[in-house]
């Protein structure tokens, strides 16, 4: 079935090539499909065009389907092009003629922007959770070894003193960085393109904002044309806040693999979440992280790859959009998978105290001993000189302590302002509003 039939077959290579993988990930998008129908025909009812009988039919239907989607149980058929048509079949499988009424005034188009837009709302709201129990995760190691110190690098030179309670607070802040860009995303997400039809509108008197409202959505897509346009545009959208977060995530990762190696020595994993080699007996590797930065590495790549696909096509629907599903979709799983297992390993990572008492890392301490002597009044330039010549001549001797107070320092974490300002972001996403909207369209 296509619900664009006309009686003429398609040559079974063309249907199949054209097809693609849509059947297979049309799965995903079937609640949502099934949730923007109901509101569709919610509105069209209550605009004239289906009667309140055939509403009262197709409701319940709809909710049933609702739940086979939820329980594992909805599948799109052999020979059924997309999960629109397989709504529309079993519709009309159950309720004949009055099936085929809940495509008036839609086109593929905007069912297909609709759905992915409801989907990814729904994507956003687990990867927050997400994000957020990797934020807490690594605030909590943050704060139970503020004041176990790690040699700080530049150039990856030893450089100046740093701590683990920094190390770990640093990739929690950039998360909180993240959060805006996944914000953004939402924003873009939160807007109804529902009622473009094809692209240019119908002339049916739909009421957009009715439906607005029954979404749950924030605002609506108001020009039809624009809202055809922001296929790919939201996807590239979200691209760039998944890109973000696995920046951060896969820069955590490749710190883990160094800091993992023998010759640093920093932190550790359990034997358990570690794996060996066919020959060397005493191989114990951080393939969890290395997988963690090669699919961090993978998911930074999806912007520029939905760019590339969109990038010289004009106004209007194209089928090349298709494509985009293909690597949109299943890039939530892929970092859904990251911050699950980022957030086990921070949880289960073990640290090396007592690491600066290593002479290896004495010269980390210089600055601390020049600022020592620019209190004492010795101008910068000349503590500089002076210590740095106790360092050639092999003179230099550690400091009893250090003292760093100034906000976000190894003294003075701000943990608690960067919860706070984690906090105020996430406020910001309306996730209550459209979890009422939605309830109440179902039950």
């Known amino acids: 079935m296509k619900l664009w039939d006309k009686g003429t077959p398609v040559d079974k290579k063309i249907e199949d090539f054209t097809i693609g993988k849509d059947r297979e990930l049309d799965v995903e998008l079937a609640p949502f499909d099934i949730i923007g129908t109901m509101a569709h025909i919610t509105m069209l009812s209550k605009i004239g065009l289906l009667p309140s009988g055939d509403l009262a039919l197709l409701l319940p239907e709809l909710k049933k389907l609702y739940k086979e989607t939820l329980s594992g149980n909805f599948t799109i058929e052999e020979g059924i092009e997309d999960v629109h048509s397989q709504v529309e079949l079993m519709l009309t499988r159950a309720l004949g ?27 956003i709201s687990t990867l927050t959770e997400a994000i ?13 070894h503020k004041n176990d110190l790690m040699p700080g690098y530049t150039h990856l030179q030893v450089a100046m003193p740093s701590s683990f309670g920094l190390w770990f607070g640093a990739y929690a802040e950039s998360l909180s960085d993240d959060m805006h860009f996944l914000l953004s995303a939402w924003r873009i997400v939160n807007q109804n393109p529902l009622g473009a039809a094809a692209g240019y509108g119908s002339s049916f008197p739909l009421d ?3 439906t607005t409202k029954l979404l749950g959505f924030d605002d609506m897509s108001y020009n039809v044309v624009y809202a055809q346009m922001g296929r790919g545009k939201m996807e590239r959208s979200m691209a760039m806040a998944m890109a973000s977060v696995a920046s951060t995530i896969g820069k955590l990762a490749m710190d883990a693999c160094l800091f993992m190696s023998q010759n640093f020595g920093f932190i550790g994993l359990p034997a358990e979440m570690t794996t060996g080699s066919s020959i060397m007996p005493h191989k114990k590797n951080p393939d969890v992280f290395e ?7 993978k998911l930074q790549a999806l912007p520029n790859q939905i760019t590339l696909i969109t990038g010289n096509l004009p106004s209007g629907y194209f089928r090349d959009l298709q ?4 690597i949109f979709i299943p890039a939530f799983d892929e970092l859904m998978s990251c911050l699950e297992i980022t ?38 330039r000349e503590a500089y000189k002076q210590v740095g010549i106790e ?11 250090i003292h760093h107070t100034h906000e976000g320092s190894i003294g003075n974490l701000c943990n608690s302002q960067i919860k706070q ?12 509003e459209v979890t009422s909207a939605i309830g109440k369209l179902i039950t």
């Open 391 to 401: 360092i050639e001549n092999d003179q230099f001797t550690v400091p009893d302590s």
């Open 421 to 432: 300002k984690m906090e105020a972001i996430v406020a910001q996403f309306t996730f209550d």
């Open 291 to 297: 997988l963690i930065r090669a699919k961090c590495n």
């Open 208 to 210: 957009r904002t009715l």
């Open 343 to 380: 957030t086990f390993a921070v949880d289960n990572m073990t640290i090396k105290t007592d690491l600066m008492k290593n002479p290896l890392y004495k010269y980390a301490f210089s600055v601390e001993e020049v600022n020592k002597r620019v209190l004492q009044g010795v101008p910068f």
């Open 97 to 123: 003629d009055t099936g085929k009424k809940v495509h008036s005034g839609r086109s593929r188009n905007d069912q297909v922007l609709l759905d992915l837009k409801l989907y990814t709302r729904h994507r």
């Open 323 to 326: 494509i985009i599903k293909e």
């Open 132 to 144: 957020m129990t990797l934020f807490n995760a690594l605030q909590e190691k943050s704060e139970a």
